[in-house]
Nanobody, 116 residues
Framework: QVQLVESGGDLVQAGGSLRLSCAVS?????????ASWYRQAPGKQREWVAT???????EYADFVEGRFTISRDIAWKTVSLKMDRLKPEDTAVYYC?????????WGRGTQVTVSS
């Protein structure tokens, strides 16, 4: 059973930085096609933030504007999201998703709050 546990969320001032981590267990790296970060702000739908694929290709939502970097370790044990120049509108619960050959899996999220 694939399990994802996010960490690193915190309260930070606007302009600050955070590094979110997603610990991946219960699968082998060869079964993973890619991983993504999503976020959900209060009263809003969950939205896609960034993706990293098995070939290393990364993609970002337009609102990232070069401020975030998604990465992973070579064994797909940890997927990270480095967030710089944070804005109050980045406040949300951030979720990790991993896609394998057979399914996709979600973590429970980590809260990021950016104060103005």
């Amino acid at each position: 059973q694939v399990q994802l546990v996010e960490s690193g969320g915190d309260l930070v001032q606007a302009g600050g930085s955070l590094r979110l981590s997603c610990a991946v267990s219960g699968t082998t790296f060869s079964a993973i096609y890619g991983a993504s970060w999503y976020r959900q702000a209060p009263g809003k739908q969950r939205e896609w933030v960034a993706t990293i694929r098995v070939n290393g290709l990364t993609e970002y939502a337009d609102f990232v504007e070069g401020r975030f970097t998604i990465s992973r370790d070579i064994a797909w044990k940890t997927v990270s999201l480095k967030m710089d120049r944070l804005k109050p509108e980045d406040t949300a619960v951030y979720y990790c998703k991993v896609t394998t050959r057979s399914s996709e899996y979600w973590g429970r999220g980590t809260q990021v709050t950016v104060s103005s």
